[in-house]
Structures are given as C-alpha cells and as structure tokens.
C-alpha cells in the first residue's frame, strides 16, 4: 500500500498567536478612530483627543471654563488615567508637571477613545516635550488707569487664576468698589478693571490674590501713585 504524505507549503500563512490577534485588532480599531472621530462639543464635559506634534495625546477639558469654540482649557493626561498607576507613570512622562494649558478647537480630534492609546508619548515611553504647542491657561485681573485719550498705565495686576470665573469675580468686586469714583479715584483718570490672560513672562508684576483683600491691595497701589 502506497502512503502518501503531504506537508504546508513554505509559503502558507502559519496561525496567528493571540498576541500578534490583539495587537491587530487594536492597530484596526486605531485607524477606524483616526478615520471616524467621535465629535465633541465644550457641554460633553468628556475627555478629548488633541494633536500634539505627530501624536495624539488625551485631555481633560475644564468644565465651564471655554471661550467658545476657538478655545478652551484643558489638563493633559496620561492615557491609562483611571488606572492605579497611571499618575505615577504620567509624572515620569511629563504629563503631571504642566497644569491647565489654552488648548485651540482646532487641534481637538475628536471624543478620547481607547483605541488613541497607541499615538500617544506614552505608549512610546517618550516623555512629553518641553513645547506641546499650548499655553498656560491661567488668567489675570488688570485695573488700569486711563486719560480721556486712551494713554494711561497699568494701576494694579493680580493673578495668576486657574479659572476664568474667579478673574471674572474679583474684577467685578473691584469695579463695584469703583462705581461712582473710577473717575475720581486718580484726577484725570478712569480706573477700570478687566479679567486678561495672565502674562507668565511678567509674572513679576502679578500680586497673588489669594487670601488677600483685594480692595486693600488696590488702596495700597492708588496710594503709592498718589504720594
């Protein structure tokens, strides 16, 4: 009797390992996200996938604190957030050391979804870099003092905020201490205050508020320009 035996031609494909399956699934679930993003608008209140560079990294946006729809605040975050190591790991990265940056709509991709993991720094063990392409997302109360012409200078800068509503409350409490003598406070000028961007690269000039009075610190510095 004549047996016959037949052996895998060299070329065949040969079985896929789990963890070779997984690793596809993930790499197809990542270009369906790339390809489909999930949209997202400021009232979701749910993490986001933002450009940084080649990568895409997830944050957490700053609920109630945007500028419409060019620009809002946003904490970077490590991608396993919500996992017992992910902080640890995500200080080692960089992810930990930056606070809230000004992040524009336009380098938000879409709704955080698992599958970006992969793009990220720390799916690379690359730390972040030193310019992610954001600024620092804090914000300041300038009162200033103006002429009928519009020249004048700065009276008093307090800050840094980390939230726009706080900048906000502090310079209406400060107007409402001007009501009715802006104009008297300093003869020939109008003293108003207004919630700005904090100017990190004069930080010097910045009075902390808080803990403070801030009508007492806006006394003291009409009383040094006065003497």
């Known amino acids: 009797m004549i047996r016959r035996t037949f052996s895998r031609c060299g070329n065949a494909p040969s ?10 699934d993930a790499f197809r679930a990542m270009l369906a996200a790339v390809r489909d993003p999930q949209p997202w608008t400021p009232d979701q209140s749910l993490d986001i996938a933002v450009r940084v560079g080649p990568f895409i990294e997830r944050a957490h946006p700053r609920p109630g604190d945007d500028h419409g729809t060019e620009l809002i605040a946003v904490i970077l975050v490590h991608p396993d957030t919500g996992h017992a190591a992910a902080h640890h790991y995500g200080h080692q990265l960089g992810y930990t050391s930056r606070g809230w940056l000004r992040c524009e709509t336009t380098a938000i991709l879409g709704t955080w979804q698992p599958a970006y993991v992969m793009l990220t720094h720390a799916a690379a063990n690359l730390p972040l870099p030193s310019d992610v392409g954001m600024d620092p997302a804090h914000y300041g109360v ?7 012409d519009g020249t004048g200078f700065p009276l008093l800068r307090l800050g840094p905020y980390t939230q726009t509503w706080l900048a906000s409350r502090d310079a209406d409490h400060l107007n409402s201490e ?8 300093l003869p020939g000028f109008t003293v108003t205050a207004r919630g700005t961007p904090f100017d990190v690269s004069d930080h010097e000039s910045y009075v902390d508020p808080h803990d403070r009075d801030i009508a007492a610190l806006l006394a003291d510095a009409v009383a040094r320009v006065s003497a």
């Open 15 to 24: 079985p896929v390992s789990p963890e070779d399956q997984a690793f596809v």
């Open 142 to 148: 300038h009162v200033e003092a103006r002429r009928a």
């Open 178 to 185: 001007l009501a009715g003598k802006a104009a008297t406070v």
